[in-house]
């Protein structure tokens, strides 16, 4: 396969969500991009697999290339355990064979396969706050009518050997039955300071240089209190956080929230893989040239150590001026990311019974938030992670997907399933489940900032934060763009198609007025006429009634 053109303005390695935000906001203004993926699908680290195509990718093989230019996959550690058919094999082997169990179970093993194609799970889950950053530039680039969304339901936290329903609005903090009289006006009182408070005023500048931990003693917050707020509202895997980062963190979530429901959130319908796409899909309409299962063996560089180009897998050069390359790939021409690299275990599960079955809540469709704090399972550090109902379009019809993840110490032994299985085996009680995927992936720690290094003509990316937010790939996008083309507007909107004039409509809508105008002038030296007659045209013939003829009829 021959690429043409040959010469552009920036070449995108990865189709992760930065890398396609960065190719829409050049393409916009008028930029040539040429966008590769190794990888026959869009997303990368952002992308969502069907469970078939997960199946697939286990088999593949991702040695490393021996090129300057080294892609390394982002799954690691994957792991697939089909549940089902496991308790199907275990049944005909220890069962009589006129049994009926092994018949029933053959089908519910037969309707499971048929669903896998409509399975979609997310390498890198991530929500967006209702009125948050990625929203807003949905909304002002034009870029949301890619996009379909479904509001988060809840949020749920391990209280007291339980999951509970944390209390996130007004509302829910008066009606909750964990919380004593006292702790409500407790509760009330702090997150209405938060909300409240503006951060340029006073009361709250004199929170600057002080912990978290003196902010809720100030406010006389019970224990109990303080594992909600940290677990719902503050929601960090640190200890004892600045109080102003905390109080921050409080204001934001508790803006949001209202918008589209009780919660401050909102999910892509079919997952967040569909975010990455809708941006691709923007780009390729300004122009940007897209070919995936293409890979880059060598990244090309001129006498004064410039950029100048990229060798593609086939041996073709392609030229161009700048170059924004993926976190997953490696050459000595890169600058790679050294600092707050975290390494992060998934499990999820798909079920047939929702995780908040004992809450006895009537929603199937819907999205819960999960936390679990450190210590609650016997976890070192905090899980948190979501469940989806149908309606999400995650998991297919009557199933239920769990996908929790924590982080872990880079040099450790330990496998995904043994930092994660038990955490995931309490949570749905072993009832029910169909299928079990644990998998490992690089993150960043969210509180580690990366400015753009523009070396070479060179810029590489970040690994996405560990976090449930957009807030720094966005920010890293706009640093990105603001660094290759400094002083243009960063993704304008689009306008819409109805909006579009084309040349050819303004030569329709000029000989159209013209042909309005000479029939107008026609009819009005008939009517001076005072009689019917022929008026000539270019449309045509026009017989035009005057008022003498309207009267003898």
Same mark, same amino acid.
């Given at each position: 396969m021959e690429i043409t053109p040959t010469e552009y303005d920036v070449i995108v390695i990865g189709t992760g969500i930065t890398e396609c935000i960065v190719a829409a906001a050049c393409s916009r203004i008028g930029k040539t991009v040429l966008h590769l993926d190794v990888n026959r699908f869009y997303g990368e680290q952002w992308s969502s697999f069907t469970l /078939?195509?997960?199946e697939k990718t286990k088999g593949a093989d991702y040695t490393p290339q021996t090129s300057p230019l080294q892609y390394n996959h982002f799954l690691q550690d994957l792991s697939l355990q089909n549940v089902l058919q496991e308790r199907q094999c275990e049944l005909e082997k220890d069962l009589e064979p006129d049994n009926e169990q092994p018949a029933r179970m053959a089908d519910r093993l037969a309707k499971f396969e048929r669903h896998k194609r409509r399975v979609n799970i997310d390498v890198t889950p991530k929500l967006c706050y209702s009125d948050g950053p990625m929203v807003d530039l949905l909304r002002s680039s034009n870029c949301s009518r890619y996009l379909e969304f479904k509001a988060v339901n809840r /949020? %749920?936290?391990?209280? &007291? =050997?339980?999951?509970? @329903?944390?209390?996130?609005?007004?509302? @829910?903090?008066?009606? /909750?039955?964990?919380?004593?009289?006292?702790?409500?006006?407790? #509760? #009330?009182?702090?997150?209405?300071?938060? %909300? @409240? *408070? &503006?951060? &340029? /005023?006073?009361?709250?500048? +004199?929170?600057? =240089? +002080?912990?978290?931990? @003196?902010?809720?003693?100030?406010?006389? %917050? *019970?224990?109990?209190?303080?594992?909600?707020?940290r677990a719902s509202l503050v929601v960090t895997d640190k200890k004892n956080i600045p109080a102003h980062e905390a109080l921050r963190s409080i204001k934001t979530y508790l803006k949001n929230v209202g918008i589209y429901g009780s919660m401050p959130y909102i999910c892509p319908i079919y997952g967040a893989g569909e975010l990455p796409q809708a941006f691709a899909r923007f780009s390729a309409v300004f122009g940007s040239i897209y070919v995936l299962d293409m890979g880059v063996n060598e990244l090309n560089f001129d006498e004064g150590g410039s950029f100048e180009g990229v060798t593609v897998q086939t041996g073709q050069k392609l030229s161009g001026k700048y170059c924004v390359v993926s976190p997953n790939y490696s050459a000595s021409e890169l600058q790679p990311q050294e600092r707050g690299l975290l390494k992060v275990s998934h499990a999820v599960v798909l079920t047939e019974k929702s995780v908040k079955e004992k809450l006895k809540l009537e929603e199937k469709d819907d999205v819960s938030l999960i936390n679990i704090l450190p210590g609650c399972l016997q976890n070192k550090r905090r899980v948190w992670g979501c469940e989806y109902g149908p309606g999400s379009m995650l998991p297919a019809e009557d199933m239920y997907m769990l996908h929790v993840m924590t982080t872990v110490d880079q040099d450790t032994s330990s496998s995904p399933e043994g930092d994660l299985g038990h955490v995931v085996d309490h949570l749905t009680e072993s009832k029910g489940t169909l299928y079990k995927i644990f998998f490992s992936t690089t993150m960043t720690d969210e509180s580690v900032t990366r400015t753009p290094d523009l070396d070479k003509n060179v810029i590489q990316t970040s690994h996405p934060a560990y976090n449930s937010s957009y807030r720094e790939c966005i920010a890293e996008a706009r640093q990105v763009f603001s660094t290759l083309y400094p002083g243009e507007e960063f993704l304008p909107a689009a306008p819409n198609p109805e909006d579009i004039k084309w040349p050819d409509d303004e030569e329709t809508e000029e000989n159209t007025n013209e042909k309005t105008e000479e029939n107008t002038n026609g009819k009005t030296e008939a009517i001076k006429n005072g009689k019917t007659e022929e008026v000539e045209t270019e449309g045509g013939t026009d017989a035009t009634p005057t008022p003498a003829a309207v009267e003898s009829n």
């Open positions: /078939s195509g997960l /949020s %749920l936290v391990h209280h &007291e =050997g339980e999951l509970i @329903q944390a209390p996130c609005n007004r509302e @829910q903090v008066f009606n /909750s039955k964990h919380l004593k009289v006292l702790e409500k006006r407790l #509760m #009330m009182k702090f997150v209405s300071f938060a %909300l @409240q *408070t &503006e951060e &340029e /005023s006073e009361e709250w500048k +004199q929170w600057e =240089g +002080q912990e978290e931990s @003196q902010l809720y003693k100030e406010f006389k %917050l *019970t224990d109990n209190l303080v594992k909600l707020v």
